[in-house]
C-alpha cells in the first residue's frame, strides 16, 4: 500500500454507507463489462478489493454451484454474511501474499490500484493469476477531468481551486493517486494481453446527487490531515461541501478508467469459454 489506506481509520458503518453508493453509482458499468467478455457458469473468478461485496454477489450467481468466486480484501469486515457455497472471502494483501498461479478465468479490481505503492507490479501479479485464455479487468480514476461545469454558480470557482488542490496534495503526500486511471492503459498494454478494449466514463452530478454524498464522505477521511499540514483552510473545505450539497451546482465527476485485455490462450489446451 502507499503511506496508508484513507479509510483504514474511518468509522465501520460511515464506511459501509460509503462503499454502498460506490457501488450504486458503479456497479451497472462493472456488470456490462462482465457480461460482455462471457462471465458463465464454472467460471472461476478472484474479486481484488471486495469492498461491499455486490459485484462478488454478482460473479457467485453468474458462475453457479460449479464455478468459484474469491472475494480478497485486507478488510473483511464489509462483506457481510457471504453464504453461498462457491464464495471464499480471503483476507488478502495483493502486493505480497501468493494468489492462485495460472488458475483464474476472471480477475477483477476497481478503484483499487490508486492505492497501491506499486500498480504495475500488482496488474503483473493478477495477470499471474490468469489461466491461459482468461481474463484481467481493472477500473481506475482519473479525477482531472473533474470541473464544474456552471461557470456562474458562486461556488464554481472554489470548487475547482480545492478539488485541485486535493488532488495535488494526494499524489504528493504517497496517500493516494486520483489521477491514476490516466495511465492504467499503458500499463495493462505492457502485460502482453489480447482482445484488448477500453471505456472512459464521466458523469454529471448536481450537489445533493447520492454520488455528492459519497465524494462528501471521501473526503471527510482526508481532511484533518490537509488542514493539519496547510493545504487546505477550513473555508475551503466548507465552500466544496456546500457546493455538494447544493442542487443548483452542477460538476463533471472523474473519469472511470477501465481496461480490458485476455491472457493469450495456450495453444496446447483448448480455451475455456464458460
Not at 502507499?2 to 459501509?16: I, N, P
Amino acid at each position: 500500500m502507499r503511506a496508508g489506506y484513507f479509510a483504514a481509520d474511518a468509522e465501520a458503518t460511515d464506511e459501509l454507507a460509503r462503499l454502498k453508493l460506490i457501488e450504486a453509482e458503479c456497479d451497472p458499468h462493472t456488470l456490462r463489462y462482465l457480461d460482455a467478455i462471457g462471465v458463465g457458469a464454472g467460471w472461476r473468478c478472484l474479486e481484488v478489493g471486495a469492498g461491499a461485496g455486490s459485484v462478488v454477489r454478482w460473479l457467485s450467481e453468474r458462475v453457479g454451484p460449479q464455478g468459484r468466486v474469491v472475494a480478497a480484501d485486507l478488510d473483511l469486515r464489509f462483506l457481510g454474511d457471504l453464504r453461498e457455497p462457491n464464495i471464499e472471502a480471503r483476507r488478502c494483501d495483493v502486493t505480497r501474499d501468493e494468489l492462485d498461479l495460472g488458475f483464474y478465468d476472471l480477475v477483477h479490481c476497481r478503484f483499487l490500484l490508486m492505492h497501491l505503492q506499486d500498480p504495475a507490479g500488482v496488474l503483473r501479479r493478477m495477470t499471474a493469476a490468469l489461466r491461459p485464455g482468461g481474463w484481467l479487468v481493472a477500473e481506475d480514476v482519473d479525477n482531472d477531468f473533474v470541473q464544474a461545469i456552471d461557470r456562474a454558480h458562486p461556488l464554481a470557482e472554489a470548487f475547482d481551486s480545492c478539488y485541485r488542490k486535493r488532488i495535488d496534495w494526494g499524489c504528493a503526500a504517497g496517500n493516494i493517486d486520483l489521477r491514476f486511471g490516466k495511465a492504467l492503459p499503458v500499463h495493462m498494454n505492457a502485460l502482453g494481453l489480447v482482445e484488448m478494449g477500453n471505456e472512459g466514463i464521466a458523469r454529471i452530478f448536481r450537489g445533493g446527487d447520492p454520488f455528492s454524498l459519497m465524494w462528501i464522505k471521501t473526503w471527510q477521511r482526508l481532511d484533518d490531515a490537509m488542514l493539519a499540514q496547510g493545504a487546505l483552510t477550513e473555508s475551503e473545505v466548507a465552500d466544496m461541501r456546500r457546493a455538494y450539497e447544493d442542487p443548483a451546482f452542477m460538476y463533471r465527476a472523474q473519469l472511470t478508467q477501465t481496461v480490458w485485455g485476455r491472457k493469450p490462450p495456450d495453444n496446447t489446451t483448448e480455451p475455456k469459454t464458460g
